[in-house]
C-alpha cells in the first residue's frame, strides 16, 4: 500500500531570525521618522557651549578654527558638523552701526584631522559681506524663535547612521547666547527648512553686491518666524 507523504514548506530557522530582525529593524526606523516628524523642533546642542567630556577636544578645534574673528555673542550662528565633509560656521554678528555675514569652512575634516591625533592645524578661509540691519535682526528673530522651542526628545529608540549636525546659536537681551541643534532634519520637517533658509545664506556671503538675494532671504525668514510660531 502506498504511503502519502505530507510536506510542509518552511524556511530554516535562521531565516525566521532573520525576517524578524529585519521587520524590528523597520519598525523602529518608522516610528523615528514619525517622531522627527512629530517633534519638529530644535534639541538642546551639546559640545559648542556645554561640552560632552569624551569630544571636548573636538569641539575646541572647531572654535579655534572656525570662530576666528568672530564675535563671542552672535546676532546669529549656523554650525555644520558634517560626518566627514569639512565644518564650517555661518555667522551674523554687529560691529559697531555694522552687521557681517560671515561663511568660514575648514580646509578640511576637523573631526578626521582630531581621531588621527594629527599634529596638522587645520586652515580655514573666510568670506565676510556686510549687510543690512533688517537682515541681521530678521535672521536673528528667526533663530531664537526656533530656541525658544528647544525641547528634549521624547524617549523613542531612534537608529541612527552617518549624517549631518546643525547647531543654532543666537543671542538675546534676556536670554544670554543660546544653542539648540538637529540632526538631518528629514525633508518634510520644519527644522529641514530652517536648516535650508540658514544654508542659504552661504550664497549671499559669497555675491557681496546681489541685494536681490537679501530680500528674498528677509522674506523667507520672516515666513518662517510666522509658521514656527504658529506651530509653538
Known amino acids: 500500500m502506498a504511503h502519502t507523504v505530507f510536506r510542509t514548506s518552511s524556511l530554516p530557522t535562521y531565516s ?11 519598525s523602529l526606523c518608522a516610528v523615528a521618522s514619525q517622531a522627527q516628524l512629530k517633534d519638529d523642533h530644535l534639541l ?9 567630556p569624551p569630544q571636548d577636544t573636538y569641539y575646541l578645534k572647531v572654535q579655534e578654527t572656525l570662530y576666528v574673528g568672530l564675535d563671542l555673542d552672535p546676532i546669529a550662528r549656523l554650525v555644520v558638523l558634517p560626518s566627514f ?8 554678528d554687529q ?4 552687521y557681517y555675514l560671515t561663511y568660514n569652512q575648514a580646509s578640511k575634516s576637523i573631526w578626521s584631522t582630531t581621531q588621527a591625533q594629527s599634529s596638522s592645524k587645520v586652515e580655514a578661509q573666510a568670506k565676510s559681506v556686510e549687510i543690512s540691519k533688517e537682515m541681521a535682526t530678521t535672521v ?11 525641547r528634549y526628545p521624547e524617549p523613542v529608540m531612534r537608529i541612527t547612521s552617518d ?13 544670554g547666547v543660546r544653542a539648540g541643534e538637529t540632526w538631518s532634519p528629514d525633508i518634510k520637517s520644519k527644522m529641514s527648512t530652517l536648516v535650508a533658509v540658514a544654508e542659504s545664506l552661504k550664497e549671499r556671503a559669497a555675491t557681496p553686491t546681489n541685494q536681490q538675494l537679501e530680500q528674498d532671504l528677509i522674506q523667507q525668514a520672516k515666513q ?3 509658521e514656527l510660531r504658529v506651530e509653538k
Open 16 to 26: 525566521w531570525l532573520q525576517l524578524g530582525v529585519c521587520t524590528l529593524l523597520f
Open 44 to 52: 538642546p546642542a551639546k559640545g559648542l557651549l556645554a561640552g560632552d
Open 85 to 92: 565633509q569639512p565644518e564650517y560656521v555661518i555667522s551674523i
Open 95 to 98: 560691529k559697531g552701526n555694522k
Open 140 to 150: 536673528g528673530m528667526l533663530f531664537n524663535t526656533a530656541l525658544d522651542q528647544v
Open 163 to 175: 549624517g549631518t549636525t546643525y547647531t543654532f546659536i543666537a543671542s538675546r537681551a534676556g536670554n
Open 224 to 226: 518662517l518666524t510666522t
